[in-house]
């Protein structure tokens, strides 16, 4: 007797968890980092602590398995994976410009937030002790004024440049471009999702507005694993000099696991989930 679908998830997704958090973990005790290069160490093992982060709570939430959500967090994974390459290509000098954005983009949101509680004759104290403990936090990751405030994109650059100068022109088009539709709400997800047309034979055919029950689908979870997996190769080629890596272990692990399990169903009586 095959077990029940959701107790098939739960166990899947608790060993995967364990998994995955062992090979990141195993990454980072094979690095050796270098105290004296603690931009370039922070930015890559961040980033890729970010993309694990992202794959991790995104398996703790089978709910957002579907197309009208979860190709959000996909679209984030890619962005990540994008930036984490180029990163890599020349980690000491882009680390560095990476980190001078982020922190000069908090600047200036304090600056800001300071101005627009400063307009009103009495100002909200729980915001002044929230811009205050975010100062103060910038300001011990160093001193504000000598951080720039860059206007533009961190490196002058978008998602497909950065794609194309490393090899990556297939991941941007196929990957990037397609969560995209997702994520800015788009024409062409909003005509396949939250459009029906109308029962009525009389109205031409139009659509009516739709907030659609999509059901969970395990196949697009399983590309936040491969995402994943892409990022720890990356890391293993650039980082540890592995000539031989077995980054994808975890997405074959799930691949293999939710295969078996389906093509159980089909032998037994044709029953689903």
């Keep these: 007797m095959i077990e029940p679908f959701r107790d098939f998830v739960t166990k899947l997704i608790d060993e995967y968890l364990q998994l995955v958090r062992s090979e990141f973990q195993s990454r980072i005790n094979a690095w050796e980092t270098d105290v004296f290069e603690k931009e370039t160490n922070e930015v890559v093992g961040g980033l890729m602590a970010r993309q694990l982060t992202l794959a991790t709570e995104i398996a703790k939430s089978p709910q957002s398995w579907k197309a009208s959500v979860l190709p959000i967090l996909l679209r984030c994974m890619a962005d990540v994976y994008i930036t984490f390459c180029w990163i890599l290509a020349d980690p000491k000098s882009r680390s560095r410009q990476f980190i001078e954005y982020g922190l000069g983009q908090e600047k200036l949101l304090i600056e800001k937030s300071r101005e627009a509680l400063a307009q009103g004759s009495d100002p909200d104290p729980d915001g002044v002790e929230m811009i205050n403990l975010r100062a103060a936090r910038l300001e011990a990751e160093r001193f504000s004024f000598l951080i720039p405030v860059n ?3 961190w490196n002058e650059k978008n998602a497909r440049e950065m794609a194309i100068e490393v090899g990556e022109k297939e991941f941007y088009d196929f990957v990037f471009t397609q969560f995209s539709a997702t994520v800015h709400s788009t024409w062409q997800h909003i005509w396949q999702f939250n459009l029906r047309p109308c ?17 969970i689908d395990g196949r697009t979870f399983v590309l936040s694993a491969k995402y994943l997996c892409m990022t720890f190769s990356k890391f293993d080629q650039a980082a ?18 939710l295969t ?8 037994d ?5």
């Design 199 to 215: 029962t009525n034979p009389l109205h031409m055919g139009h659509r009516v507005p739709v907030d659609p029950e999509l059901p």
């Design 240 to 257: 540890l000099k592995v000539e031989k890596s077995d980054a994808f272990k975890p997405y074959e692990f799930l691949w293999g696991r």
């Design 260 to 267: 078996a399990y389906f093509e159980s169903l089909e032998e």
């Design 151 to 153: 206007l533009g994109s």
């Design 269 to 273: 009586e044709g029953k689903v989930p």
